[in-house]
């Protein structure tokens, strides 16, 4: 969670009890005056989204999701990756996502960061001393160490 001008920005991983199925990733802005929803965002084809970064000027969100641990290996991969929004004007725009776990040979972890304000670091999961780092513009970029 974060907050973006007059909206806590809420990001729902929409897993069931079991943790056996998951549906789309949403984000929700809530007024934090008057507690009401003001948007709300799904994030299409990821899932298990629990990463929440927001870059330096605050214009950027970046979402990490790590795909449901249940639908196997193909399935979790096929729906871990990255989201990047323009947070500037409510509701929040797609800049970009990136469905890069095949590439990091894991589903990406739960945690990201911005250090910049074009790129974001993060880990994928089970594959330790593996790093990513990602520069984002027009196209993504994937930096593994």
């Known amino acids: 969670m974060t907050r973006v001008g007059t909206d806590a920005v809420v990001l ?3 897993l ?14 809530i007024n934090v005056a008057t507690d009401a929803i003001d948007w709300a965002l799904d994030l299409p084809g990821f ?3 629990e990463a929440l970064a927001r870059s330096p000027s605050g214009l950027r969100l970046a ?12 399935g979790q991969l096929a729906r871990s990756g990255i989201v990047l929004l323009d947070v500037g004007q409510p509701p929040p725009r797609v800049l970009g996502s990136w469905h890069i776990a095949n590439d990091l040979k894991g589903a990406l972890a739960t945690t990201l960061a911005f250090f910049s ?12 001393g593996l790093v990513m780092s990602i520069r984002h513009s027009h196209s993504i970029r994937i930096r593994v160490r």
């Open 12 to 14: 729902l991983g929409r």
């Open 16 to 29: 069931d009890a079991g943790f056996a199925s998951g549906a789309d990733g949403r984000l929700v802005g």
């Open 47 to 49: 899932a298990n989204c």
């Open 63 to 74: 979402v990490g999701c790590s795909g449901v641990f249940a639908d196997g290996t193909t």
């Open 117 to 128: 304000e074009t790129r974001v670091l993060g880990t994928p999961m089970a594959t330790w």
